[in-house]
């Protein structure tokens, strides 16, 4: 058997109407997993669903806030009832707000906190009881360079992916004996909506300052595209991944492994 098949497999990627989770899920798909994805409003379900239908994949796709306990627990319910137990979770879903932090409101601060720390906690705690009663379950964090290191303007991002990654490390040690594995995945800087304002072309006609910064930063002098976590994403959600545990795999082209080129 392909160690890297997901055949048969049920996996949910939440916030997967685009960008990376979009990504991840057809990959999965591709892989033969059964694709389940949710986004906060009906017109973007309503989006990724035709996306999913152009590259031939019947995904089925929720209205669910994250962040929301009761949302989620319906959402994985039904899941359950009408397909199986969720064998792979993507906690994908998350926002960043990019504001000096004795600028930025508590609201605003817990509003992150809550998307990208809190709703990982809600959606793996309605997954886990399914994917012990079955012997196995994966669950794939998606951290961030911001995991590891600080910058100007995301406080509440950082600190809620730095928490994420403590979350994956002690899902891992929780129930690891249950054959979960929970890992990571630190993408680097990908070019999705998130980080279309860290790449708009300034008024001359050149690269925003942050772009040219991160292609500085990123030996592989380019910025990610969400295919490039394809592999890495399928290899987490496989069989070939079942002795690895509480790992955050950075797929960030060596941001995290070089000290930046030098000006010329
Ligand atoms: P994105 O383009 O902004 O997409 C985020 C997705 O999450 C959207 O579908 C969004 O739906 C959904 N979402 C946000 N809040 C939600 C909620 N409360 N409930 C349900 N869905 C919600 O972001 P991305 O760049 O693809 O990033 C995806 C993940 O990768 C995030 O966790 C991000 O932090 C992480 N990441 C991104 C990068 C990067 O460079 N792009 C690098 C490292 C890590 P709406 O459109 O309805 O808000
Ligand atoms: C930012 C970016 C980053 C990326 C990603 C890097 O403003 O610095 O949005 O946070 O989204 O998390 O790994």
């Given at each position: 058997?392909?160690?890297?098949?997901l055949?048969?497999?049920?996996?949910?990627?939440t916030?997967?109407?685009?960008?990376?989770?979009?990504a991840?899920?057809?990959?999965?798909?591709?892989?033969?997993a059964?694709?389940?994805?949710?986004?906060?409003?009906?017109?973007?379900?309503?989006?990724?669903?035709?996306?999913?239908?152009?590259?031939?994949i019947?995904?089925?796709?929720?209205?669910?806030?994250?962040t929301?306990?009761?949302?989620?627990?319906?959402?994985?319910?039904?899941?359950?009832?009408?397909?199986?137990?969720?064998?792979?979770?993507?906690?994908?879903?998350?926002?960043?707000?990019?504001?000096?932090?004795?600028?930025?409101?508590?609201?605003?601060?817990?509003?992150?906190?809550?998307?990208?720390?809190?709703?990982?906690?809600?959606?793996?705690?309605?997954?886990?009881?399914?994917?012990?009663?079955?012997?196995?379950?994966?669950?794939?964090?998606i951290?961030?360079?911001?995991?590891?290191?600080?910058?100007?303007?995301?406080?509440?991002?950082?600190?809620?992916?730095?928490?994420?990654?403590?979350?994956?490390?002690?899902?891992?040690?929780?129930?690891?004996?249950?054959?979960?594995q929970?890992?990571?995945?630190?993408?680097?800087?990908?070019?999705?909506?998130?980080?279309?304002?860290?790449?708009?072309?300034?008024?001359?006609?050149?690269?925003?300052?942050?772009?040219?910064?991160?292609i500085?930063?990123?030996?592989?002098?380019?910025?990610?595209?969400?295919?490039?976590l394809?592999?890495?994403?399928?290899?987490?959600?496989?069989?070939?991944?079942?002795?690895?545990?509480?790992?955050?795999?950075?797929?960030?082209?060596?941001?995290?492994?070089?000290?930046?080129?030098?000006?010329?």
């Amino acid at each position: 058997m392909n160690q890297f098949s997901l055949e048969g497999k049920v996996a949910l990627v939440t916030g997967a109407s685009y960008g990376i989770g979009f990504a991840i899920a057809t990959a999965y798909a591709k892989a033969g997993a059964k694709i389940f994805f949710n986004d906060i409003k009906q017109e973007l379900v309503d989006k990724g669903l035709a996306a999913y239908k152009e590259l031939g994949i019947d995904a089925k796709g929720y209205v669910c806030d994250v962040t929301n306990e009761q949302q989620v627990n319906e959402m994985v319910a039904k899941i359950d009832e009408e397909t199986g137990v969720i064998d792979i979770l993507v906690n994908n879903a998350g926002i960043i707000k990019r504001i000096p932090m004795t600028e930025m409101t508590a609201d605003e601060w817990r509003t992150v906190i809550d998307v990208d720390l809190n709703a990982p906690f809600i959606v793996s705690k309605a997954v886990i009881p399914g994917m012990i009663k079955k012997g196995k379950g994966k669950i794939i964090n998606i951290c961030s360079m911001m995991s590891e290191l600080g910058r100007e303007t995301v406080s509440a991002y950082a600190a809620a992916k730095g928490g994420l990654k403590m979350l994956t490390r002690n899902i891992c040690s929780e129930y690891g004996e249950y054959n979960i594995q929970c890992n990571g995945i630190g993408p680097g800087y990908i070019a999705t909506p998130q980080t279309a304002p860290l790449r708009e072309l300034q008024p001359d006609g050149s690269r925003h300052p942050f772009d040219q910064f991160i292609i500085s930063k990123t030996p592989a002098a380019r910025w990610g595209n969400p295919e490039d976590l394809e592999g890495p994403a399928v290899f987490l959600a496989s069989e070939a991944s079942d002795f690895v545990n509480g790992h955050v795999l950075y797929v960030d082209g060596g941001i995290l492994a070089y000290i930046g080129k030098q000006p010329k």
